[in-house]
């Protein structure tokens, strides 16, 4: 099984990057993980130009969004992770999805979308650092989730499960039970 891990943090050892490396250690032995570090990449904003849905391929110069495109083209599965910033995922993550649309779906003829991963698995973790229960009330991760169903939705991964964490400002730690839940996120993105 191979699973691609996008990191849409810009911090390296931030909560969002310890979330995912707690998904991957919940995974069984002999997954293959492929990383992605959103903010180290080299990508250019997608232009609109739409020649991708007839092309299949992005007619942007060669960068990073074109490897990442091909790695989740091959992947069984998917893990993100983004910081919540103004309701959303990031916007290094954001314009990495905007570039990849040709990877995930396909037009029909008359427009319809055609998911092209029907059947794979996504798991996603967020952060904010609004305080419980206000980030529960404002729905601070679940405007990162949101985003990134519509995607999921779009491309056809499941989503089997979430973790959003709130207060990070004055919490900066994971607590065992986050630990916990991250780890049973890897195990059940991983399940037959």
């Given at each position: 099984?191979?699973?691609?891990?996008l990191?849409?943090?810009?911090?390296?050892s931030?909560?969002?990057?310890?979330?995912?490396?707690?998904?991957?250690?919940?995974?069984?032995?002999?997954?293959?993980?492929?990383?992605f570090?959103?903010?180290?990449?080299?990508?250019?904003?997608c232009?609109?130009?739409?020649k991708?849905?007839?092309?299949?391929?992005?007619?942007?110069?060669?960068?990073?969004?074109?490897?990442?495109?091909?790695?989740?083209?091959?992947?069984?599965?998917?893990?993100?992770g983004?910081?919540?910033?103004?309701?959303?995922?990031?916007?290094?993550?954001?314009?990495?999805?905007?570039?990849?649309?040709?990877?995930?779906?396909?037009?029909?003829?008359?427009?319809?979308?055609?998911?092209?991963?029907?059947?794979?698995?996504?798991?996603?973790?967020?952060?904010?650092?609004?305080?419980?229960?206000?980030?529960?009330?404002?729905?601070?991760?679940?405007?990162?989730?949101?985003?990134?169903?519509?995607?999921?939705?779009?491309?056809?991964?499941?989503?089997?499960?979430t973790?959003?964490?709130?207060?990070?400002?004055?919490?900066?730690?994971?607590?065992?039970?986050?630990?916990?839940?991250?780890?049973?996120?890897?195990?059940?993105?991983?399940?037959?």
């Amino acid at each position: 099984m191979k699973v691609v891990v996008l990191n849409g943090s810009p911090r390296r050892s931030g909560l969002v990057s310890r979330m995912l490396d707690e998904v991957i250690a919940g995974m069984p032995e002999g997954v293959e993980v492929e990383r992605f570090f959103v903010h180290d990449l080299t990508v250019r904003p997608c232009c609109g130009c739409m020649k991708c849905r007839s092309l299949h391929r992005c007619v942007l110069a060669e960068d990073d969004a074109h490897r990442v495109a091909e790695a989740l083209r091959g992947a069984d599965a998917q893990v993100v992770g983004s910081p919540c910033y103004w309701g959303g995922m990031s916007g290094e993550l954001k314009v990495l999805f905007d570039r990849m649309v040709y990877a995930l779906m396909e037009d029909r003829e008359g427009g319809l979308p055609v998911p092209l991963h029907k059947g794979k698995r996504a798991v996603m973790v967020a952060t904010c650092n609004t305080a419980w229960p206000f980030s529960v009330w404002f729905h601070q991760t679940s405007g990162v989730f949101r985003s990134l169903r519509e995607i999921f939705r779009w491309s056809g991964f499941r989503v089997v499960g979430t973790l959003g964490k709130g207060g990070c400002r004055k919490h900066p730690e994971l607590t065992a039970r986050e630990v916990s839940k991250c780890r049973r996120l890897g195990g059940k993105l991983c399940r037959a």
